[in-house]
């Protein structure tokens, strides 16, 4: 795989615009090298993102040099190389907390017996958070990583997990008067 390293020069510029090309940086999935060093692969989606930080650069009067390595051979490939895969791999690790954290939540709930259509709404609003990072995360990661293929496993999980807590806030809502929360009755 080829890679592009970027070279950001921004001496002298506002703060807001540093920190503006540091957030499309980490956006777009660009792993830091070295101080004012950053390094994507060389594929189509990152070379449109890549454009968009060389333009936000440009608005502070700073630049980005934007150069090709010579493929899998070049000396420094294994660092680049490296230096993107761990990046990825934080990315995945923080994923799967935060799906272990999704599931906990919603075991609190099941077990506070709180089944209703606002904590619904808002555990809803969660799972589509992981899902719209699930997206983002796997649009970056064109090294195809094992830890992919495990995050949408959790995902799937979660997915389920959140649909038997609906079936019991449904449930909840539609029993009788009689009764206050979901399971076998006597």
């Known amino acids: 795989m080829n890679w592009l390293l970027l070279i950001v020069r921004l001496t002298g510029e506002t703060s807001r615009t540093r920190v503006g090309v540091w957030r499309e940086l980490r956006k777009i999935g660009a792993a830091p090298v070295s101080s004012g060093v950053w390094t994507v692969p060389d594929t189509p989606h ?72 606002a904590e619904l709404e808002e555990e809803e609003q969660s799972l589509d958070r992981l899902r719209r990072w699930y997206r ?36 909840t809502l539609h029993a009788p008067a009689e009764s206050a929360s979901p399971g076998p009755r006597a």
């Open 46 to 117: 990152f070379s449109a993102a890549v454009a968009k930080v060389v333009e936000l650069a440009g608005r502070g009067s700073g630049d980005v040099l934007v150069l090709p390595t010579g493929g899998a051979q070049a000396p420094g490939e294994d660092a680049l190389r490296s230096a993107f895969t761990g990046l990825r791999l934080d990315e995945w690790q923080e994923f799967a907390g935060d799906c272990a954290k999704f599931e906990a939540e919603i075991a609190k709930e099941i077990r506070n017996g709180k089944f209703t259509l």
């Open 136 to 171: 983002e995360l796997k649009s970056r990661d064109v090294l195809e990583l094992p830890e992919a293929e495990a995050a949408d496993e959790l995902l799937r999980q979660c997915a389920t997990v959140f649909d038997g807590y609906a079936d019991s806030v449904y449930a």
